[in-house]
């Protein structure tokens, strides 16, 4: 008899749980649309660094965008990606060059506020092919729920798509961090190395 009032609650809390997880996912898709139709055509352009090409992909891109700021998050640093932009003939205070984020689900966290600050509610996201699903997956949810929408542009590689448990342990960091404000970085020293 003593457990039942324990296990009734339990069950309440998983009920209220699941209410409010459902009402915080079914609130993305709206900000979303909302942001596409307030701003249709992106306003940045967003890359998610670590890599060479990257930077140099979104050089080129960005001289078909003459108009919008570049950020890119934790790329190659400063002294390797700024002779990229100089060499295209960027100028360098169109570029954002933000040393932030360890992982690429803290590429996105670290870089919201600026964004929302700027009022930019549409960005370029531009990465690799083989990383494109997580990244998809992780913007979707931490840009969305800040009422920022995405143009996804992947640049090609040879690599096969990530796995889905990467995916999937990408989506539960991004949901911690919009009940938390917490990515759980700092809880796993591995997630670094699987940028």
């Not at 083989?130 to 009422?147: D, V």
């Not at 448990?165 to 759980?184: N, Q, Y």
Request: charged letters at 15%; hydrophobic letters at 45%; proline letters at 8%.
């Amino acid at each position: 008899m003593f457990l039942r009032p324990k296990f009734k609650r339990f069950r309440l809390f998983c009920l209220v749980s699941a209410t409010f997880f459902a009402v915080l996912v079914s609130i993305i898709p709206v900000r979303l649309a909302i942001a596409n139709l307030q701003a249709p055509q992106p306003q940045a352009i967003l890359t998610l660094g670590s890599w060479l090409d990257r930077e140099v992909f979104t050089a080129q891109f960005a001289l078909e965008h003459p108009n919008l700021e570049i950020w890119v998050s934790t790329g190659t640093p400063p002294e390797s990606a700024n002779p990229i932009f100089r060499a295209f003939g960027i100028p360098e205070n169109r570029v954002h060059l933000d040393r932030r984020a360890v992982d690429t689900v803290t590429n996105f966290t670290t870089l919201v506020a600026d964004f929302k600050s700027r009022q930019i509610q549409h960005l370029y996201m531009i990465t690799s092919a083989y990383h494109m699903p997580r990244a998809k997956a992780i913007a979707t949810l931490i840009l969305g729920s800040q009422g920022i929408t995405f143009t996804p542009v992947s640049l090609p590689s040879g690599e096969p798509p990530e796995s889905r448990l990467r995916i999937i342990r990408d989506i539960g960091r991004s949901l911690l961090w919009i009940v938390t404000g917490r990515t759980g970085a700092n809880l796993n020293p591995n997630l670094q190395a699987s940028r």
